[in-house]
């Protein structure tokens, strides 16, 4: 079955950067894109970027996008999001996340999040 | 851009009875909504796509329904597991998501 599992916990200072993985299993790697997504506490969910895993191409939300990269490792079936110049308001929890192959495009397979803390 | 107002912020209600969650877009979307299960320390889990149809797994007794900026998202009979917060989606490559009902138990 589709598994994502992220790596874990982070604490950050501000202006530090954090890289997180998001390892995938069950399927064809190459054949989904990858999203990443985050949830401040107390907040809804907000869409920061996806990678074309087969081809390496990305985009980005424009409100991060000048902070904001995803990669991926085919290799590994891995693939990276760094958010640099933190602030404190970049204390979430993030998600990768996949389409489901059933359901027409909405995002069925979740990894279980990372927590992110920006704090001095 | 398209925004999404979820109603009731909070709905209070027993075991047993019938949960109806609203959302409404702020331009008409089709029937490209999808409805979002989270409970607390969990990811979201996708439990309706374009507006009515159920992901796999999600039990018969949720549906939505609704189309253009009014969305309905039905319980019939509440289970324990069903508190939790919901979102709605607009499916598209970004989002986005509704703020959230919260759905308690009275």
């Given at each position: 079955?589709?598994k994502?599992?992220?790596?874990g916990i982070?604490?950050k200072e501000?202006?530090?950067?954090?890289?997180i993985?998001?390892k995938?299993s069950?399927y064809?790697?190459?054949?989904y894109?990858m999203h990443?997504?985050?949830?401040a506490p107390?907040?809804?969910?907000?869409w920061?970027?996806r990678?074309k895993?087969g081809s390496?191409?990305t985009?980005?939300?424009?409100q991060?996008?000048e902070?904001?990269s995803?990669?991926?490792?085919?290799?590994?079936?891995?693939?990276?999001?760094e958010?640099?110049?933190?602030?404190?308001?970049?204390?979430a929890?993030?998600?990768?996340?996949?389409?489901?192959?059933d359901?027409?495009?909405?995002?069925?397979?979740?990894g279980?999040?990372?927590?992110?803390?920006?704090?001095? | 851009?398209?925004e999404?107002?979820q109603?009731p912020?909070?709905?209070s209600?027993?075991?047993?009875?019938r949960?109806?969650?609203?959302c409404?877009?702020?331009?008409?979307?089709?029937?490209?909504?999808?409805?979002y299960?989270?409970?607390?320390?969990?990811?979201?889990?996708?439990?309706?796509y374009d507006?009515s149809?159920?992901a796999?797994?999600?039990?018969a007794?949720?549906?939505?329904?609704?189309?253009?900026?009014?969305?309905?998202?039905?319980?019939?009979?509440?289970e324990?597991?069903?508190?939790?917060?919901?979102?709605?989606q607009?499916?598209?490559?970004?989002?986005?998501?509704?703020?959230?009902?919260?759905?308690e138990?009275?």
């Amino acid at each position: 079955q589709v598994k994502l599992v992220q790596s874990g916990i982070e604490v950050k200072e501000p202006g530090a950067s954090v890289k997180i993985s998001c390892k995938a299993s069950g399927y064809t790697f190459i054949s989904y894109d990858m999203h990443w997504l985050r949830q401040a506490p107390g907040q809804t969910l907000e869409w920061m970027g996806r990678i074309k895993v087969g081809s390496g191409i990305t985009k980005y939300s424009q409100q991060i996008q000048e902070r904001f990269s995803i990669t991926s490792d085919t290799s590994a079936t891995t693939v990276y999001m760094e958010l640099s110049s933190l602030r404190s308001e970049d204390t979430a929890v993030y998600y990768c996340a996949r389409i489901s192959a059933d359901s027409n495009g909405y995002w069925g397979h979740w990894g279980q999040g990372t927590l992110v803390t920006v704090s001095s | 851009e398209i925004e999404f107002t979820q109603s009731p912020a909070t709905l209070s209600l027993s075991p047993g009875e019938r949960a109806t969650l609203s959302c409404r877009a702020s331009q008409s979307i089709g029937r490209y909504l999808g409805w979002y299960q989270q409970k607390p320390g969990q990811a979201p889990r996708l439990l309706i796509y374009d507006a009515s149809n159920r992901a796999t797994g999600t039990p018969a007794r949720f549906s939505g329904s609704g189309s253009g900026t009014d969305f309905t998202l039905t319980i019939s009979s509440l289970e324990p597991e069903d508190f939790a917060v919901y979102y709605c989606q607009q499916r598209s490559n970004w989002g986005p998501f509704g703020q959230g009902t919260k759905l308690e138990i009275k």
